[in-house]
């Protein structure tokens, strides 16, 4: 063989294996695809009413808050107005480095304000883990976590201490995520549609098929003993997602009450929400480097899916920028292959490429955002509704605004330190919300 047809012998290999690994990557993304599909499919059943609980448990209440004078007025108002015995509750605001009156208005509306200033550890990680140093933690039986800029509904605490007796092995348990000001703009709405899908489709279809959920950073119940056994000592800019993997890890789960519901605000700016969601993915990507090898491991030793399933999830950022890379890279090699390399090829093999590498996944992109548009809402409102169909385009406008933040995060990701606070500004009470 001369070095003419081993430079080509070298091009024809190197040109199968590139196609191999293209098809093998697609096919491990379809099969995954249809898993998560399967799963989701369990969130068109509902949970099971629970019925009264026995005894009434003690929550502490604790809210981190960095100057959020204008927004936290009405969250105590709804904690305050809990269908719940006040004599069962406490609500403690953890005031992290607050130069505005956010302790003063928290003692006025009968809250015990700790006040935190510390310039080197600063963010709700920190704040939180000096928090449970304050707080009295053996006096309760849970502790309940809130942002400064949530609602809670009235039959929040009730809703869980009727879920805690009802299952008694529950170390972690979710609320719903509701957003207080869907109607603000696009982006709110985005967001929204976003969550009414994910509470509906990811959490609670997770929790009816018994695998894991996971914990949203807010409108969430951790007993006390899960606490003294798992601690806080959390590393990364999602301690709610770290929390939930190390719980998961340790041999528990989240659950999901689908009858405890909170709002939470959303930016209104894209500034605001790029810097937000960068956030989250930093953490995600910390989460899955750390924590990514123990949760497939321990699945392999033990079989259990709900080990399978964290692993996905942590990888899913990385799938997402895995499954744009191969879709380029599919319609470069289809162009090359049959342009170039094999013009003579038939058009059936070439429609078949196209369809893998592009068609399915527009296609797919276009369904699961009409499937957001209308199953999301009308769960959510529980009647059928296309009131949001409208907005499907802007929804997939949204969705395209991820691909930049998801390649950046992936490079920011070793930076757990650095943590930017999202502005709050919707001071709006929960009659206003449910109007």
């Known amino acids: 063989m001369d070095k003419t047809e081993f430079f080509y012998w070298c091009i024809w290999w190197g040109w199968w294996i590139i196609q191999f690994v293209l098809y093998t990557l697609l096919g491990a993304l379809m099969c995954d695809g249809f898993y998560q599909i399967i799963v989701s499919l369990r969130g068109f059943w509902n949970q099971k009413k629970m019925p009264p609980a026995k005894r009434y448990r003690r929550f502490a209440v604790l809210v981190p808050a960095h100057n959020e004078e204008a927004v936290?007025?009405?969250?105590?108002?709804?904690?305050a107005g809990q269908n719940y015995p006040k004599n069962c509750y406490k609500v403690y605001v953890s005031c992290d480095n607050c130069t505005d009156g956010t302790a003063a208005l928290a003692r006025s509306k009968g809250a015990v304000a700790l006040e935190r200033f510390d310039d080197e550890h600063n963010g709700k990680t920190w704040n939180v883990r000096w928090a449970l140093t304050q707080i009295p933690l053996d006096d309760y039986d849970a502790l309940t976590m809130f942002d400064a800029d949530n609602l809670a509904e009235r039959n929040f605490l009730m809703a869980m201490n009727n879920y805690m007796e009802l299952h008694p092995d529950a170390e972690a348990i979710q609320g719903v995520l509701d957003v207080k000001n869907p109607d603000d703009n696009w982006l709110t709405r985005s967001y929204a549609m976003a969550y009414w899908f994910t509470n509906r489709f990811w959490q609670l279809a997770r929790g009816l098929w018994g695998l894991s959920c996971t914990l949203g950073g807010t409108g969430?119940?951790?007993?006390?003993?899960?606490?003294?056994?798992?601690g806080w000592n959390l590393q990364s800019l999602t301690e709610d997602l770290e929390m939930s993997t190390r719980l998961i890890l340790s041999g528990s789960r989240v659950h999901w009450n689908d009858a405890a519901v909170i709002y939470d605000e959303k930016p209104q700016d894209m500034r605001v929400s790029v810097r937000q969601r960068t956030r989250w993915m930093q953490g995600h990507y910390w989460v899955f480097w750390h924590y990514g090898r123990p949760a497939l491991k321990s699945f392999f030793t033990t079989g259990r899916l709900q080990y399978l399933d964290l692993f996905?999830?942590?990888l899913?950022?990385?799938?997402?920028?895995?499954?744009i890379v191969i879709m380029i890279a599919g319609m470069a090699f289809t162009l090359v292959n049959n342009m170039v390399l094999y013009p003579s090829a038939d058009v059936p093999h070439t429609a078949v490429d196209w369809v893998l590498f592009f068609g399915l996944p527009v296609v797919s992109i276009i369904a699961f955002c009409l499937l957001c548009a209308i199953a999301g809402p009308s769960f959510h409102e529980r009647k059928f509704t296309l009131r949001y169909v409208k907005?499907?385009?802007?929804?997939?406008?949204?969705?395209?605004?991820?691909i930049p933040i998801l390649f950046r995060a992936a490079f920011l990701a070793k930076d757990q330190g650095k943590w930017v606070k999202t502005e709050h500004t919707r001071g709006i009470s929960l009659d206003e919300v449910k109007k």
Do not use: H, N, Q
């Open 391 to 402: 907005y499907t385009l802007s929804y997939f406008w949204f969705g395209l605004t991820w």
């Open 312 to 314: 996905l999830y942590l």
């Open 220 to 230: 969430l119940v951790i007993r006390m003993a899960t606490l003294e056994r798992i």
């Open 316 to 323: 899913a950022p990385a799938k997402a920028c895995l499954g």
């Open 72 to 79: 936290l007025s009405p969250l105590l108002d709804s904690l």
